[in-house]
């Protein structure tokens, strides 16, 4: 069983898509905010690498050049270079893509997962939640609800673990769902609703790292119990839902100051960026 100090995690980028400052804070103007695609490179002695989310690839050009995937790549243009992409990043660190066995999918938005078929060996861990949101819905709307079907791989149903069926589950001070994971006892992931239905982030206890993923888009936001502009409800899950996740993660940040907590898209989560945590 790997100790809470053996696990190590770096963060990495794989391109950014632009909207406007004021979609993040209301309170801004139309500056254009860069949304940079953040995942984590996890790894776990005696159980190897993992990845949690892949960013952007090129399969995001190619699956969105009809309609009506062709609306998500207006909606947020994205731009991404050779060597940003997490296939070459890896490789560049002397790891194969064979060598990741678990793709843990935060949820299934493009700029999360558009690098899964790079990686066609990993067992791709989800919750049931997302994932069947992703069988039931179709065309526009799943488009509507930022999920491009050619993104996913064909044999997903063949590659998929539940996290529910791996893990215990348990519900914390804070009413914040945990699935503690056996092989990884002191990573826990977290069930994060409203972004996106069935969105996970997770904790890592040896870190005191908190990845709250899409749970908010901006840490000063965040912070000040900030919501995002109105217009986001479109695309957004559950409403009710993510102002009660920013709710329960504002107490649990309070109950812990010291935990770094960092959010996909944030400005400042670059800091951590190529830095092991």
Known sequence: MAKETEIKIALYTSGFCEAHEKVVNPKKGLNKLRFYAVWALIHVPDLGYM???????????TATRSF???LYKFATPVQLKHQEKAIVILSKKGIHHSEIKYIIISHFHADHIAGLKDFPEAKLICTKAAFYQTQNLKGLSAVSKGIIHKLIPN??????????DISSQTTNEFGITEYTWTQIPNFKLLL?????????????KGSNLLFATDAAWDK????????????????????????????????????????????THCPKTLQLISNEI
Request: hydrophobic share 40%.
């Open 220 to 263: 000063d936001c965040f912070n000040k119990g900030i919501m995002p502009l109105q217009v986001v409800r479109i695309f957004i899950d559950s409403w009710f839902d993510l102002k009660d996740t920013m709710e329960k993660l504002s107490r649990m940040k309070h109950a812990n100051p010291d935990m770094k907590i960092v959010f």
């Open 192 to 204: 994060l609703p409203g972004h996106a239905k069935g969105m996970l982030g997770f904790y890592d």
């Open 68 to 70: 009506p995937e062709i």
């Open 51 to 61: 990845m949690f989310d892949t960013g952007y690839s090129n399969h995001f050009e």
């Open 155 to 164: 044999d997903i149903k063949e590659r998929i673990v539940f996290i529910e």
